[in-house]
């Protein structure tokens, strides 16, 4: 019994040995704590000198297209629109008839007049033969200088009548012939006012025709620039709807303020271009003030929502800056706050 004892207790002391061997308790140990790792050399990132730029302002003013020649044709006489033969976009020739209206009323004085001619005629043919006969019988002492004074006088009336029936007759002519409404020169036709059937008074619009090489932008812009915009200044003319997009020059500057609006009126051609017709919007940039900006390429500026942010190269250390960008030009961008010039910029 005692032996089995012995037995047991050798066992458990080797079993004891064996686990602090594992644990490691027969080696030396080392000290707690973090083992240094050697610290890599940071390379040397691509960076661009931020540098500033002289910038000039721009100004953007909305306008109408509108044509310099343009023709607002109204009627000349009473009475019902009978034939149309032009419509708004249609190509006219000067005196090309556009409309006619019937005008019984002028028919008949023209009529009128035309036999009112006639009797003249008849009574001046008349008065200048008693005129020559009593003449040649004043003449021979045959009649008295009374007739003979009677005769003439007569025949200046009738040469009188005669001339007042004449211009009567090219009146009522003249009169008729404004229910023919013609082309007052080549252009194009902006618009249509009036229908078949309808009855039209002296001054009611007919049609509106233009001259399409005299197509012009016409813009009110705010008076504060008004030093800014002279005659022959370059701007850019713009109109959207037909991608129309030019260089012009103002061509007048309408020195009279709108007091309501406070605004000038300037006008700048426009070449003639597919679709260009007045009415069309467009829009007018020119130039203002010139100032120094700070201009980065677009590239160095990350954008994530709304935070726009920047590399920065500094005491041996790319930190990010928060920026604030403004107007872009081609590959570069503007910075309006939170870079200075100078600053090393990261763009790799």
Request: avoid cysteine.
């Amino acid at each position: 019994m005692k032996k089995k004892l012995i037995l047991a207790g050798v066992f458990l002391g080797g079993l004891i040995l064996v686990l602090v061997y594992i644990q490691g308790g027969f080696h030396s140990k080392v000290p707690a704590g973090r083992t240094p790792v050697p610290a890599e050399k940071q390379a040397v990132p691509k960076t661009v000198k931020v540098e500033t730029a002289r910038s000039t302002s721009t100004v953007t003013a909305s306008g109408t297209v509108t044509s310099r020649e343009t023709a607002r044709i109204a009627s000349r006489t009473q009475g019902y629109v009978v034939e149309i033969n032009a419509e708004a976009g249609d190509t006219v020739k000067k005196g090309q008839p556009l409309l006619r209206i019937d005008n019984k009323e002028m028919a008949e004085r023209e009529a009128q007049a035309k036999a009112a001619l006639e009797s003249a005629v008849a009574e001046l043919i008349k008065a200048e033969k008693d005129y020559e006969r009593y003449k040649v019988l004043f003449e021979k002492e045959s009649i008295a200088r009374k007739e003979f004074d009677d005769a003439t006088a007569r025949y200046e009336t009738a040469k009188a009548a005669e001339r007042r029936a004449a211009a009567a007759l090219d009146e009522a002519r003249t009169m008729l012939s404004f229910g023919t409404v013609t082309a007052p020169f080549d252009g194009v036709v902006a618009s249509r006012e009036v229908n078949l059937g309808d009855l039209v008074n002296p001054g009611a619009p007919l049609f509106r025709v233009y001259m399409p090489g005299g197509v012009e932008l016409v813009v009110p812009v705010g008076e504060q620039y008004a030093a800014n915009l002279k005659e022959g200044t370059a701007v850019t003319v713009k109109v959207p709807s037909i991608q129309l997009d030019q260089r012009s020059t103002i061509r007048e500057v309408v020195p009279q303020r709108d007091e309501r609006t406070r605004t000038i009126t300037v006008k700048a051609p426009i070449k003639e271009a597919p679709g260009l017709n007045p009415g069309l919007y467009g829009t007018l940039t020119f130039d203002t003030q010139t100032a120094e900006v700070v201009m980065v390429p677009r590239k160095a500026v990350k954008i994530v929502g709304q935070l726009e942010t920047a590399r920065v190269f500094e005491d041996a250390t790319v930190k990010i800056r928060n920026v604030k960008t403004g107007r872009t030009s081609g590959d570069m961008v503007e910075i309006l706050s939170g870079l200075n010039a100078g600053e090393e910029l990261v763009v790799d």
